[in-house]
């Protein structure tokens, strides 16, 4: 399994009920990317499969391509109660490429 840390801010999208996210570095975005196509790893919508880490908190998730070329964790309510970050938190995020 591949391991990746980074830094990212905690985003949430436009509208009543949005989803938080965390944008990953594009250079690393670009890497996944090339990894998951010469793997054949890309799930629907060009999602690949990751165990998110932020503080204690660990969860199986998708990653999803973004307008930028890069991806978005999502990052449901649960894990942001769990460690205490809302929007415009700056957190470290450890993923594990499944």
Request: charged share 25%; net charge negative; aromatic share 8%.
């Amino acid at each position: 399994m591949l391991e990746f840390t980074f830094d990212g801010e905690v985003v949430k999208g436009q509208g009543a009920g949005a989803w938080h996210f965390i944008q990953l570095p594009l250079d690393l975005g670009e890497e996944l990317a090339k990894i998951a196509s010469g793997a054949g790893m890309r799930g629907r919508w060009g999602s690949l499969k990751v165990e998110a880490t932020v503080g204690h908190t660990t969860w199986s998730t998708s990653i999803f391509p973004d307008d930028d070329g890069s991806f978005l964790l999502p990052v449901k309510a649960d894990v942001r109660r769990a460690e205490d970050v809302g929007e415009g938190d700056l957190v470290e995020v450890i993923l594990e490429l499944m």
